[in-house]
């Protein structure tokens, strides 16, 4: 823990997440929250602002671990108004909640390996925005995924993986690019599937309409375990 927080507290410079977003006007909701999370402040912009806000918390250990009193919990009885839907990814060392230093109801988590997008994925992520009123889809992936690790590999040896593993391997395949020699493969292909998983999102029916009008962002995002760091993906 004290090689950890060291390194981690040594980390300074902002989250650049908020750049080229999209300006427009607020999802309405009757939500009372009044925090900067609420339906009153929801802007694709304010969310990547508190997104940031997080990371930094979290990256220099200043976090506040915010909305879990007793309060905050008979609240979220009666409703839920998430801020963002964050696609990650399932690996153990990437908790969105913890990344962005939020709590109960601030975030619409969906995860699988890869941040690979099935029906059920795609399902739960157009529920958020359309029922929950989100303004902000974030796709996260992350340094030394072990999923697109296993589907690089598998491409290399031209070898199956084993039972529903080859589902992710045959989805994560596109994103990898065969000039790339070596551990920079991995890298690249890491990268590219976050691409290519935020332009299918943004290019989704139910929710291209919302992008054209500002009141939806879906942006792409890597986490670094070396330095705890989120930053985007353009």
């Known amino acids: 823990m004290g090689r950890r927080r060291f390194v981690r507290a040594g980390l300074t410079g902002a989250l650049t997440m908020t750049a080229g977003l999209a300006s427009g006007p607020a999802a ?10 609420g339906p009153q402040h929801r ?23 915010p909305d879990r009193t007793r309060a905050t919990r008979q ?22 909640e913890l990344v962005f230093d939020q709590g109960l109801g601030d975030l619409l988590t969906v995860r699988s390996a890869g941040s690979v997008l099935d029906e059920a994925v795609l399902a739960s992520i157009t529920y958020g925005v359309l029922e929950l009123h989100i303004p902000l889809v974030v796709v996260l992936g992350h340094q030394s995924c072990g999923a ?22 045959d989805q994560i395949r ?11 493969r991995v890298d690249a292909a890491i990268t590219g599937n976050v691409r290519r998983v935020r332009s299918r999102l943004a290019a989704e029916p139910t929710l291209a309409p919302r992008i054209t009008a500002g009141t939806l962002a879906v942006v792409g995002a890597r986490y670094e375990l070396t330095s705890q760091r989120v930053h985007r993906i353009h």
């Open 28 to 37: 309405t909701s009757t939500a009372p929250r009044t925090d900067g999370k």
């Open 174 to 184: 596109p994103a990898i690019d065969d000039a790339i020699q070596g551990p920079a």
């Open 148 to 169: 697109v690790t296993a589907a690089v590999h598998a491409s290399q040896a031209g070898e199956v993986l084993p039972g529903h593993m080859q589902y992710l391997a």
């Open 75 to 96: 609240t979220l009885v009666t409703g839920q108004h998430p801020f963002a839907v964050i696609l990650g990814c399932v690996d153990s060392r990437v908790p969105p």
């Open 43 to 65: 802007t694709p912009g304010s969310a990547l602002r508190e997104l940031a806000a997080g990371n930094a918390r979290w990256r220099t250990f200043h976090e506040r671990n």
